[in-house]
């Protein structure tokens, strides 16, 4: 799998003059005439013939001369580990897996063993190298971030955090796997002595024995996981850590090779996939399964006694598409497994996890519960399934299925606003060396010309079908653009960045206030396929926006939209059905034309 690493192309610096009139393309349909003149100026400034913008220019490609990759420890620290909000909600993603048709624990426990032996099946992968390797068509992508899913961990710091990855080759290798049962930790070996994972009858017979020795509720020390992180740093390195037993078992969660929560049912409400979305982003709150959870690990695995299952991922180690190859595989294996059986074989004992809570980490769990709990509340979710037609409808009239959902969802935003903003898609970069996004800019000159024409009825349709032809094929045309090296949201930032660097002040171009207006995406979105129906959930990046990831099957399409309750002026029902009835007027038009 890593044969090829060496032989990827390294991130390319694009050219400048290129990048500088690609933002002013891309700002237009956000801001007023007025501002835009001035930002035209700002650009030309930076831009001009031996100016500071050639300047810059010239330490970036400097950098991108001496460095693997040029980007991927500045994009580590801005975009996670510099970062101080929880990371529940803000960075860590949900994702929600097809219910599973069990009920109460015996089945609940079954399961988690089939679950545990399936990923642990992946990990032999891992572990040989003989995951395929991701192409995009033909060529390979980077498949570093494949390394950096297991035996890993966030860790808290003030001011800066940082991530351990327990690799092959870093002298003790890591055994164990950590269970969570109504908030108490056990460490489970899950190898035998010549490192053949167990199987999941003997997994499921020390589940059992976790189950019998945590049968009430313990103090919720994993609830100090969603707070501030400085608050959480400061915890952890001056509290917790200092003492003999904490830092054992610390270590001993950092360490493990993945985490598995054994969950209790929640109040199931009425829709029962957006009720799963907010156990897999956040647990339910301090009187559910928040503190169930260990959320600076990088894998946690969530099987409740009412068969809602998911994956929870700390987001600075990987992207979706890993996460989901190692979803679809243990899913695969679960349907394929036969049943678990009782074993007669004794198995290894758990072993408890304890912590020895003085005063002040008590009242920071409760700090933490009810920071959290606040959070919870402002979360507004919904899960929903658009099935009128999938991706097959886009297809049939020879478009790119993800470039006419993001118009779909500039549309949708144009009927409830009646303005453009700012949109992010995640494009991967992973077409080189460690290589992680870049941002698709879904709004365009050509998509609000769509969005203000199929709000007027006396355009025509056929002008509104060349209209959405041109908005779609624009998408398609930048988001290739964006993968092939030539976004300009990370070059932008790294002109930013290099002049910080140089002790240089932040060029006027960045303090311009449509380049605030234009990095303020009030629609995060990104697509996470998968070959079951599940669906990522993440929280919107900025307080008056949306987060949208969606899940395209041929004839029907998942989404998640989520916002924040504290803004008036965001509602996801609201905004979903919107983008339902644009999903079904797109398809209207293009049907009703091609009958013409």
């Known amino acids: 799998m890593v044969v090829h690493q060496s032989s990827l192309p390294h991130l390319p610096v694009p050219d400048l003059a290129q990048t500088l009139q690609k933002y002013l393309k ?60 929880p990371v529940v909600i803000n960075v860590s993603p949900g994702i929600v897996c097809p219910p599973q048709d069990f009920n109460g624990k015996k089945e609940q426990l079954q399961f988690a063993a089939k679950l545990v032996a399936g990923v642990l099946d992946y990990k032999v992968q891992i572990d040989n190298q003989s995951v395929p390797i991701d192409k995009l068509r033909t060529r390979p992508l980077c498949m570093d971030q494949y390394y950096k899913l297991f035996s890993a961990c966030r860790l808290p710091g003030e001011q800066r955090d940082q991530v351990v990855v327990y690799g092959p080759d870093c002298g003790v290798r890591p055994r164990h796997i950590v269970v969570v049962h109504n908030n108490q930790f056990f460490s489970l070996d899950v190898y035998d002595n010549n490192w053949k994972p167990l199987s999941q009858d003997h997994i499921h017979a020390q589940l059992k024995k976790v189950v019998c020795q945590s049968k009430h509720p313990s103090v919720p020390v994993g609830i100090l996981t969603t707070e501030n992180r400085d608050t959480w740093g400061m915890v952890y390195n001056q509290a917790l850590k200092k003492d003999k037993t904490n830092k054992l078992s610390l270590e001993a969660i950092n360490r493990s090779i993945f985490m598995l929560c054994l969950d209790q049912e929640t109040v199931r409400e009425e829709d029962r996939w957006t009720s799963m979305g907010h156990q897999l982003m956040h647990g339910g709150g301090s009187q559910h399964n928040s503190g169930n959870r260990w959320f600076d690990k990088t894998l946690q695995f969530t099987v409740g006694t ?23 595989h243990m899913l695969d294996y679960c349907s394929q497994s036969p049943a678990v059986k009782e074993t007669s074989v004794q198995p290894k004992e758990p072993e408890r996890l304890p912590f020895s809570l003085n005063k002040s980490v008590l009242e920071a769990i409760d700090n933490a519960k009810q920071s959290l709990d606040m959070q919870v509340r402002d979360l507004d979710l919904h899960l929903v399934t658009f099935k009128t037609y999938g991706k097959d409808f886009p297809k049939s009239q020879r478009l790119s299925p993800d470039s006419y959902i993001q118009i779909a969802m500039q549309l949708a935003y144009y009927k409830v606003n009646k303005v453009a903003c700012a949109t992010y898609e995640s494009g991967s970069t992973r077409m080189f060396h460690l290589g992680r996004t870049d941002t698709i800019r879904s709004a365009s000159v ?28 624009g998408h398609k045309r930048y988001a290739q653009e964006t993968v092939s090296g030539q976004g300009i949201d990370r070059h932008l930032l790294g002109l930013k960045l290099i002049a910080v660097e140089a002790g240089l002040d932040v060029p006027d171009l960045f303090e311009d206030s449509t380049y605030e207006q234009a990095v303020h995406f009030k629609l995060s979105t990104s697509q ?69």
């Open 26 to 85: 891309v700002v237009r349909p956000l801001v007023d005439d007025i501002a835009f003149q001035k930002t035209k100026q700002l650009v030309e400034e930076f831009g001009k013939p031996g100016g500071l913008g050639e300047s810059l220019q010239s330490k970036l490609q400097s950098r991108a001369h001496e460095r693997q990759n040029w980007l991927d420890d500045w994009w580590l620290h801005t975009a996670y580990l510099d970062y101080r909000e």
């Open 306 to 328: 009412d068969g809602a299952v998911g994956i929870v991922y700390e987001h600075s180690a990987a992207e979706g598409p890993p996460i989901i190859s190692l979803l679809d």
């Open 446 to 473: 050509e998509s609000l010309k769509f969005c203000q024409a199929m709000q007027d009825s006396s355009i025509q349709p056929s002008e509104k079908v060349a209209l959405l032809r041109r908005a779609v094929e």
């Open 528 to 596: 996470v396929p998968s070959k079951y129906d599940s669906l990522l959930c993440f929280g919107p990046v900025v307080p008056d926006g949306y987060g949208i990831c969606y899940n395209p099957a041929e004839d029907h399409l998942n989404f998640c939209i989520s916002a924040y309750n504290s803004h008036q002026e965001t509602d996801t029902v609201k905004l979903a059905a919107a983008l339902n009835q644009s999903l079904l007027d797109m398809q209207e038009l293009l049907q009703t034309q091609a009958k013409l």
